[in-house]
C-alpha cells in the first residue's frame, strides 16, 4: 500500500509556457501533500506544504505566485509553475502523508526542462 | 532549526561486505527520524521510522537503528541491488516538514 503517482515524469517546453504536475495518492487518503525540488546530486528542498481544502503554506524563498499549488482532495495535488524560465528546470517531487504521525511517501518525480 | 548530517558521502563495498550508514542529527523533540532509498530519477521509498531511542527496525538485509543522537542503517552481506542512495530525515515536534540529510551513495560491486 501507500503508492503515489506522479505525472508526467518527464516534460519539456518553452520558455513562457506554464507546466502543471499531477500528483496522486491512489490506495488511500492524504491529508497533507508536499512539494519538493532536488538539484543533481542534492538532497530534497520542501518548496510547500498543503492540506485538502486549504491554502498551501510555502516554504521561505518560494514564490507563491510562480508555483501554484492546488490540493481540491483528499487523492489529489497539483503544482503548476507558471511563465516557467530555464532556472525553473528541475527535478520536482510530491509525497502524500495519511494522517499526521505517518511516514510521507513519494511519487517517483517530473523532470521539467524548459528550452 | 533541526538539522540532518549523512556520512559517509559515498561508500562503494563488495557484495557481501557488510557495514553501517551513519545519520547525525539534532532536533528539538524529536517525533521521527525516517530512512528512505533513492534510486536515480526516481523519488524516495520509505524504508523505516523509528520514533525513540533504542528502538531497531529490520527489513532483508537491513537493520536501522537509533539513539538520541544519531541512527544507522547496517547493511548485512549487501547484494549489487542494494546500490542506491540511501536518506535519513528527522522530523520535530511542532513541525509538519521532514529535514533531509544529503544522503550516502552506496555501490555494491559484484
Known amino acids: 500500500g501507500a503508492v503515489v503517482s506522479q505525472h508526467p515524469s518527464w516534460v519539456i517546453c518553452k520558455s513562457g509556457t506554464s507546466v502543471k504536475i499531477e500528483c496522486r495518492s491512489l490506495d488511500f487518503q492524504a491529508t497533507t501533500m508536499f512539494w519538493y525540488r532536488q538539484f543533481p546530486k542534492q538532497s530534497l528542498m520542501l518548496m510547500a506544504t498543503s492540506n485538502e481544502g486549504s491554502k498551501a503554506t510555502y516554504e521561505q524563498g518560494v514564490e507563491k505566485d510562480k508555483f501554484l499549488i492546488n490540493h481540491a482532495s483528499l487523492t489529489l495535488s497539483t503544482l503548476t509553475v507558471t511563465s516557467a524560465h530555464p532556472e525553473d528546470s528541475s527535478f520536482y517531487i510530491c509525497s502524500a502523508r495519511r494522517e499526521s504521525d505517518q511516514p510521507q511517501h513519494f511519487g517517483d518525480g517530473t523532470r521539467l526542462s524548459i528550452l | 532549526e533541526d538539522q540532518v548530517t549523512q556520512s559517509p558521502e559515498a561508500l562503494r563495498l563488495q557484495e557481501g561486505e557488510s557495514s553501517s550508514l551513519n545519520c547525525s542529527y539534532t532536533v528539538s523533540g524529536l517525533r521521527g527520524l525516517f530512512w528512505y532509498r533513492q534510486d536515480p530519477g526516481k523519488g524516495p521509498e520509505f524504508l523505516f521510522t523509528?520514533?525513540?531511542a533504542g528502538e531497531e527496525k529490520e527489513k532483508e538485509r537491513l537493520k536501522a537503528t537509533l539513539t538520541k543522537k544519531e541512527s544507522f542503517l547496517h547493511i548485512t552481506a549487501p547484494k549489487p541491488e542494494d546500490s542506491a542512495t540511501y536518506l535519513c530525515a528527522v522530523r520535530g515536534f511542532g513541525n509538519e516538514k521532514l529535514t533531509f540529510g544529503t544522503g550516502t551513495r552506496l555501490t555494491i560491486i559484484p
Open positions: 523509528l520514533y525513540s
